[in-house]
């Protein structure tokens, strides 16, 4: 375990990150129901030439990456829980060197440094951006 981890802080990080999985379990079963009972309805219905089409395609796109955005999320917080479970919560994924606790904080599913994180993005890209080939 990171030393700068007590048990009451990797109490309250499990608490944060099981708090914030519920959430998203709730709000992805919301995206899914209310965008195929709903939206695609409505907007369907509105198509009346290519640019209709082209604007209900935006937002079913837009509606499709929420969810994936949130989807991605869901699985950096059980990647985080499982890194508890190892022993390894805390612990740069790259580097290996601790993760501040004030990341850890703010990114309760964290999985790397900051230094090693924005190297990261650099390279890959951002969470929420497009890969760069």
Not at 37 to 47: I, L
Not at 90 to 115: S, T, V, Y
């Amino acid at each position: 375990m990171n030393e700068q981890l007590s048990r009451p802080e990797l109490a309250s990080r499990r608490a944060a990150l099981q708090d914030r999985l519920a959430v998203m379990i709730k709000e992805i079963r919301s995206n899914l129901e209310t965008g195929k009972n709903q939206e695609y309805t409505e907007v369907s219905e509105q198509v009346r030439d290519l640019g209709d089409a082209a604007t209900a395609d935006v937002l079913i796109d837009a509606r499709i990456f929420d969810i994936q955005r949130d989807v991605e999320e869901l699985k950096d917080i059980r990647k985080a829980l499982r890194r508890m479970e190892e022993g390894s919560y805390g612990w740069c994924i790259d580097c290996g060197e601790p993760i501040a606790l004030a990341r850890l904080r703010a990114q309760p599913a964290a999985a790397r440094c900051l230094p090693c994180q924005s190297r990261h993005e650099r390279e890959y890209g951002a969470p929420d951006s497009p890969r760069r080939i």
